[in-house]
Structures are given as C-alpha cells and as structure tokens.
T-cell receptor, first 113, second 112 residues
Framework: TQLLEQSPQFLSIQEGENLTVYCNSS?????LQWYRQEPGEGPVLLVT?????EVKKLKRLTFQFGDARKDSSLHITAAQPGDTGLYLC?????????????FGQGTRLTINP | NAGVTQTPKFRILKIGQSMTLQCTQD?????MYWYRQDPGMGLKLIYY???????DKGEVPNGYNVSRSTTEDFPLRLELAAPSQTSVYFC???????????FGNGTRLTVT
C-alpha cells in the first residue's frame, strides 16, 4: 500500500511570512496532487505535478515534485489569512480509468493577521 | 451547475441502525468515489465506480455497500452502524484518468 506522510501536521504563522509544507513517501508516484480544504467543504484541487523535478506556480504558491517522484513540497510566499486551510497531498494508481487516490493526513495551516 | 451534491449534511445514528448517504452529480462524469475523513487521518477510499452498474472496493470497504444504477447517482449504504463509522463522508467524481476530482461538501455522520 502506498502511503503519503505530510509535515508539519499543524502550522500557525504570521501574515507575510513564508512557509513550506512537505509530502513524503517511500513509493514512487506517477503524479501527485495538492488539494486545499476549508471547513465544511470538500477538497478543491490546486495543482497536479507529473514530471520528476517539475515546478508549478500558482500565484504565491510554488509546488515541486521530487526528482525521484517520491516526494513533493508546497511553498507559500508572503502568506495571507486567505491561505488558511487544510492542505492535502494525494496520489495513486489509475485502475480501469478510475483514480484510486491515497491522501496524506494533511497540514492544517493558520495564517494570523 | 450544482456539481456534486450530497445529502444529508448531518446525521446522528444509533448503533445498529441503517442509512443511505446520497450522492448525485450533474456533470455526466463516469467515475465516482466515496471517501471518509477521520480527524487527522486524511481521506480514505471506501468504494468507487467506473460507470453505471460497475463498482469496486477501495481501501476501507467493510461495513458499507454501494450501487450505481445511473450515471448521476452513487448512494452509500451503511447496514449496521457502528461507532467506528463516525466520520465525515465525501463523494467525488471525475471524467477519467488524471482529471481533477470534484468533491461534494460532505455528510457528517455520528454513531452513538
């Protein structure tokens, strides 16, 4: 079974600071996805990284896929209160066209004004 | 566009009771999924479906059943509720392969 471990589990920082969240595995993934989840809602996809070493940017968010495709990171520059939420990484095989995603346990991020 | 709709939003069950969690999507997606999310544990796949009439087990299927009679609907059935099934349940759908999953807003279930 593929497992994804995220660190840290909780992070509380001041507005304007930078932060990095990590997603690690001992397994190789063909791709990894990052989701953000707000209270009372389902996760919403932020980005999918597919190629080892790939870097994708989404405004102040930078996502990187490890060269060996076993890990990924999310870096937020100049964090804002609107970035507060639960960040989840996910990956897994495609079986008969369906994605059997495994999720990390999440990083709960709080940005204080 | 409603997307993925789940009902009810909240439910309290007594041990041994049964219930069906409803999920419907209006995006004509072939693939549908049920996940449960426990505090601090991420999401775990319960069952999934690749099309009407075709379902398969995920990581944690015990105690649950599903059916898929139409493309739109994918209900999740709990036959004999147990405290271990207290969780938030999410339904999701997508078109195929690595297409993004669209999640509903979840059903919070408490079994006491």
């Amino acid at each position: 079974t593929q497992l994804l471990e995220q660190s840290p589990q909780f992070l509380s920082i001041q507005e304007g600071e930078n932060l990095t969240v990590y997603c690690n595995s001992s397994s190789v993934f063909s791709s990894l996805q990052w989701y953000r989840q707000e209270p009372g809602e389902g996760p919403v996809l932020l980005v999918t990284v597919v190629t080892g070493g790939e870097v994708k940017k989404l405004k102040r968010l930078t996502f990187q896929f490890g060269d060996a495709r076993k890990d990924s990171s999310l870096h937020i520059t100049a964090a804002q209160p609107g970035d507060t939420g639960l960040y989840l990484c996910a990956g897994g095989p495609v079986i008969q066209g369906a994605q059997k995603l495994v999720f990390g346990q999440g990083t709960r991020l709080t940005i204080n004004p | 566009n409603a997307g993925v709709t789940q009902t009810p939003k909240f439910r309290i069950l007594k041990i041994g009771q049964s219930m069906t969690l409803q999920c419907t999507q209006d995006m004509n997606h072939n693939y549908m999924y049920w996940y449960r999310q426990d505090p601090g544990m991420g999401l775990k796949l319960i069952y999934y479906s690749v099309g009407a009439g075709i379902t398969d087990k995920g990581e944690v299927p015990n105690g649950y059943n599903v059916s898929r009679s139409t493309t739109e609907d994918f209900p999740l059935r709990l036959e004999l509720a147990a405290p271990s099934q207290t969780s938030v349940y999410f339904c999701a759908s997508n078109t195929a392969r690595t297409a993004p999953l669209h999640f509903g807003n979840g059903t919070r279930l408490t079994v006491t």
